[in-house]
């Protein structure tokens, strides 16, 4: 189950990286900004919660990090991303998400066990 689940989990991953290539209209952080705090929040809050939940499912010790670093002080950590985003309107938000939660706690490549 953890092997088909790390496969599934890179699959999407590399598919969701690809697809902002093909798509005509991509979804920035210039954008994203521009939500309410609740939908922005929202957002970050359940896409590191699902990060964390396939950190889980492979590392505990990740998944303890990035809980511990984001779920202590949603708020601070919001700002925090908010201003990475700030710096590259360009990009994806999830981009953003990904490379900080990246940088607070490490890769998210896991090798099998």
């Given at each position: 189950?953890?092997?088909?689940?790390?496969?599934?989990?890179?699959?999407?991953?590399?598919?969701?990286?690809?697809i902002p290539l093909y798509a005509k209209n991509m979804f920035k952080n210039s954008?994203?900004?521009?939500?309410?705090e609740d939908n922005k929040s929202f957002y970050i809050r359940t896409?590191?919660?699902?990060?964390?939940?396939?950190?889980?499912?492979?590392?505990?010790?990740?998944?303890?990090?990035?809980?511990?670093?984001?779920?202590?002080?949603?708020?601070?950590?919001?700002?925090?991303?908010?201003?990475?985003?700030?710096?590259?309107?360009?990009?994806?938000?999830?981009?953003?998400?990904?490379?900080?939660?990246?940088?607070?706690?490490?890769?998210?490549?896991?090798?099998?066990?």
């Amino acid at each position: 189950m953890t092997k088909w689940f790390l496969r599934a989990s890179i699959i999407v991953l590399l598919m969701s990286n690809c697809i902002p290539l093909y798509a005509k209209n991509m979804f920035k952080n210039s954008e994203f900004l521009k939500w309410s705090e609740d939908n922005k929040s929202f957002y970050i809050r359940t896409s590191i919660g699902m990060a964390s939940l396939i950190a889980a499912k492979n590392d505990k010790a990740h998944a303890d990090c990035l809980a511990k670093w984001y779920f202590s002080d949603q708020s601070k950590k919001n700002d925090f991303i908010y201003g990475i985003m700030k710096q590259y309107p360009d990009h994806h938000p999830r981009g953003i998400i990904m490379a900080v939660l990246q940088k607070q706690c490490g890769s998210f490549q896991y090798i099998e066990k």
